[in-house]
């Protein structure tokens, strides 16, 4: 049984448009979540976070908005450039401390074309 | 960069045979992690360590084990390696970030091959 999901497999987005990344998660327990992106060949690297208490948090082009009502939270990327072409991966994890395993959904594709 | 290599990188090896993984971090990291990543499936625990010695199982740790004698180290054995277990393995280290809780680093990855 999925605790994370994200139904989109891939994205397409113009250059300089926003994109837009859903995803899902079943578990109330869960109140961390985070996002990473993924090239090809390397390893995911950690892109932003948002915790329960809060229901937005922004770092540059990055925003990650949460609805914990709806279970449901999306990345904004705001504007688009081909470098964001990767696969992302949304996380979730019952508490804050280091132990607490994370829960990955299984990616979306996006691809930002010039 | 949080200082996490992997070894080897590159391995094809035969249905059977035992097959070890390392991980190496070089910030005294408390916290330690071993994933792998298949198609459909993103990224999955296998297992994990708060400390030296200490361990604990993740969501497919089956056929899997893992040791930890010094902080910087993290096993990963495969003990009789079988075709399910061609994938993409990836170490991660744990942090406190910026937010509110830690924030997981990984590694470069190890891609695995049994024929």
């Known amino acids: 049984d999925q605790q994370v999901k994200q139904n989109s497999p891939s994205l397409s987005v113009q250059e300089g448009r926003i994109s837009i990344l859903n995803c899902d998660y079943t578990n109330s327990m869960f109140d961390y979540f985070l996002w990473y992106k993924k090239y090809p060949a390397e390893g995911p690297t950690f892109l932003i976070s948002?915790?329960?208490?809060?229901d937005k948090n922004e770092d540059g082009r990055f925003t990650v908005f949460l609805n914990k009502s709806a279970k449901h939270l999306s990345l904004h990327i705001v504007p688009s450039q081909p470098g964001d072409s990767a696969v992302y991966f949304c996380a979730a994890s019952a508490g804050y401390s280091g132990n607490t395993p994370l829960v990955f959904g299984k990616g979306t594709r996006l691809s930002v074309i010039a | 960069d949080a200082g996490i290599t992997q070894s080897p990188r590159h391995k094809v090896t035969e249905t059977g045979t035992p097959v070890t993984l390392r991980c190496h971090q070089t910030?005294?990291?408390?916290?330690m992690y071993w994933y792998r990543q298949d198609p459909g499936h993103g990224l999955r625990l296998i297992h994990y360590?708060?400390?030296?010695?200490?361990?604990d199982k993740g969501e497919v740790s089956d056929g899997y084990s893992v040791s930890r004698s010094k902080t910087e180290d993290f096993l990963l054995t495969l003990e009789s390696a079988t075709s399910s277990q061609t994938s993409v393995y990836f170490c991660?280290?744990?942090?406190f970030g910026q937010g509110d809780g830690y924030e997981q680093y990984f590694g470069p990855g190890t891609r695995l091959t049994v024929t």
């Open positions: 910030e005294n990291h408390r916290y």
């Open positions: 360590s708060y400390g030296v010695k200490d361990t």
């Open positions: 991660a280290i744990s942090e």
């Open positions: 948002i915790s329960s208490i809060k």
